[in-house]
Nanobody
Framework: QVQLVESGGGLVQAGGSLRLSCAAS????????MGWFRQAPGKEREFVAT????????YYADSVKGRFTMSRDNAKTTVYLQMNSLEPEDTAVYYC????????????????????WGQGTQVTVSS
């Protein structure tokens, strides 16, 4: 079973950038569609971005579209989330997740579809 470890979070000023990484180990990475989700204090976990096993289908939440870019490197068994033009509203704990049941070209926005989760990394954007 794959294990997920996020890194790259931190404190940044509004308008700045961060790049999150999620390293997978212990499984066959290509078997998993991957997603990024976030949870702010007092709020429910919400979808940020997802990428198919093939890497050819990528979907974003409307709130981050045009600012965030998700990618995957199957050789390095790692997914990335490049976050630009960060806003205070992006402050949250960001979680990486893996979906073992997706088809090769699909990816889900629903947290319930993901069966493996990382421990999360804090992103704080100051105004």
């Amino acid at each position: 079973q794959v294990q997920l470890v996020e890194s790259g979070g931190g404190l940044v000023q509004a308008g700045g950038s961060l790049r999150l990484s999620c390293a997978a180990s212990g499984g066959t990475f290509i078997r998993y569609a991957m997603g990024w989700f976030r949870q702010a204090p007092g709020k429910e976990r919400e979808f940020v971005a997802t990428i198919s096993r093939s890497g050819t289908s990528v979907y974003y939440a409307d709130s981050v579209k045009g600012r965030f870019t998700m990618s995957r490197d199957n050789a390095k068994t790692t997914v990335y989330l490049q976050m630009n033009s960060l806003e205070p509203e992006d402050t949250a704990v960001y979680y990486c997740a893996a979906d073992s049941r997706s088809s090769f070209y699909s990816a889900s926005r629903r947290p319930s579809e993901y069966d493996l989760w990382g421990q999360g990394t804090q992103v704080t954007v100051s105004s």
